[in-house]
């Protein structure tokens, strides 16, 4: 299986134009965190040092071919002096499949400071890795990601609130030591930020098993992490319908720092035959 290393290992082929490495899957379409991960590394490719990318906003335009490398072409919007703007889209098969906007800012910026509180959430050691709990048909499908670990906490675990639809916490982490490098656990959660998002919407559904698909993906970086120690998923989904579902993430650190927030809208649509694939495809995420 791919490490995050190899994944993130994009090609300069001409000035500001990046090769992502594609990898045998079981998906039927390309991961979107992938897309992401390397779209975001290419950016910062064209970034000075000073600068650290505070914020994404991406959107997956078409399924992405696995067997395929995607090529990414990086457009410099803007350099100013306490922000950069980088716009990259991705192409295979003469396509675009993929856009994001991505803005760095300078590092020594000073101002207000205040965060939400972590959610309480059990101990990760406590929880069973979501590859030794998998059903049999999706055992091939997670053995892909089998470099990070995912323990979603249980649901009689699970300190809810009335006030919100759907709720659903994961902590996650990159089994192996990481570079100290901080673009690259950036970018590695970047990568890992598209898995299991969308499912919070499915959870108060049982028993219905709607296709989904990334449809577009924006994040924050608030605070300093690393992506190889544990980090907890505060996952939400306010709202779902008309085939679609809006879903929401706080990210901490296990010091109950917040250190990154996700928004993502995915499909969520009924009524279709679905292949084994689709269905792997959706509960994967």
């Known amino acids: 299986m791919a490490t995050i290393e190899e ?5 300069a082929i001409e000035a500001d134009i990046y090769r992502g490495p594609s990898f045998p899957s079981h998906l039927r379409r390309t991961f979107g ?11 910062t490719r064209t970034v000075p040092d000073a600068f650290h990318v505070h914020s994404l906003h991406g959107y997956f335009l078409r399924p992405g071919d696995p067997d395929v490398p995607a090529v990414f072409l990086v457009d410099r919007i803007r350099d100013g002096r306490s922000f950069v703007t980088r716009r990259v889209t991705g192409v295979q098969h003469g396509e675009a499949i993929f856009t994001m906007s991505a803005s760095f800012h300078i590092l020594d910026d000073e101002g207000i400071e205040h965060q939400d509180r972590m959610p309480p959430a059990p101990d990760p050691d ?5 590859v030794d709990e998998a059903p049999e048909h999706l055992t091939a499908v997670l053995r892909e990601w089998e470099n990070f670990d995912i323990r979603v906490v249980p649901r009689d675990q699970l300190s809810t609130s009335d006030y919100f639809a759907a709720q659903q916490r994961v902590w996650f982490r990159y089994r192996h030591r990481l570079p100290d490098d901080q673009v690259f656990h950036v970018c590695t959660l970047a990568y890992m930020s598209d898995m299991t998002l969308l499912g919070s919407a499915n959870v ?31 996952q939400t989904s306010p709202s779902a319908g008309s085939g679609r579902a809006l ?7 296990q010091a109950g720092r917040m250190v990154a927030a996700v928004t993502q809208e995915g499909l969520a649509r009924t009524g279709r035959n679905q292949t084994l694939e689709q269905q792997i495809g959706r509960d994967a995420r």
């Open 7 to 11: 994944i993130l290992q994009v090609e």
């Open 33 to 43: 965190g992938q897309v992401a991960g390397q779209a975001l590394i290419s950016a």
């Open 126 to 130: 406590g929880l069973v890795s979501r």
């Open 204 to 234: 108060i559904h049982p028993g219905i098993h709607p296709q989904g698909a990334s449809l577009d993906h924006a994040m924050w970086f608030m605070r300093p992490f690393r992506a190889d120690e544990w980090l907890l998923y505060d």
């Open 247 to 253: 879903t929401q993430g706080r990210i901490f650190d």
